[in-house]
């Protein structure tokens, strides 16, 4: 059984910086792909950003993209989304997921077999 841990989420003002953490449980971390997912009531569970299992393949969101950076600590079995410049638009709760096949990450959220609690992230304007 794998279990993800997210962490990190709070009040921000617009224009800051949050880093978002997930600690995984699983022998085999670092053979996992990993994704970033965020949900606003209503609406779909959006890819925010992935990562290779080695780490050497990253994707984001185009909305994303020059502000947050996914990376991961095999060593730790974490993986981190660092967010700058957030918007009131960028108002969620935060999912991590785990893909257990690895290969590269899928922004697809049913190709993700176990997901943590999620994490509450709000921008104020």
């Known amino acids: 059984q794998v279990q993800l841990a997210e962490s990190g989420g709070r009040l921000v003002q617009a224009g800051g910086s949050l880093r978002l953490s997930c600690s995984v449980s699983?022998?085999?971390?670092?053979?996992?792909?990993m994704g970033w997912f965020r949900q606003t009531p209503g609406k779909d569970r959006e890819f925010v950003a992935g990562?290779?299992?080695?780490?050497?393949?990253?994707s984001y969101v185009d909305s994303a993209k020059g502000r947050f950076t996914i990376s991961r600590d095999n060593a730790r079995n974490t993986v981190y989304l660092q967010m700058n410049s957030l918007l009131p638009d960028d108002t969620a709760i935060y999912y991590c997921?785990?893909?257990?096949?690895?290969?590269?990450?899928?922004?697809?959220?049913?190709?993700?077999?176990?997901w943590g609690q999620g994490t509450q992230v709000t921008v104020s304007s």
């Open positions: 699983g022998r085999t971390f670092s053979n996992y792909a």
């Open positions: 990562i290779s299992s080695k780490g050497w393949r990253t």
């Open positions: 997921a785990a893909d257990l096949a690895g290969g590269l990450p899928s922004p697809n959220p049913t190709e993700y077999q176990y």
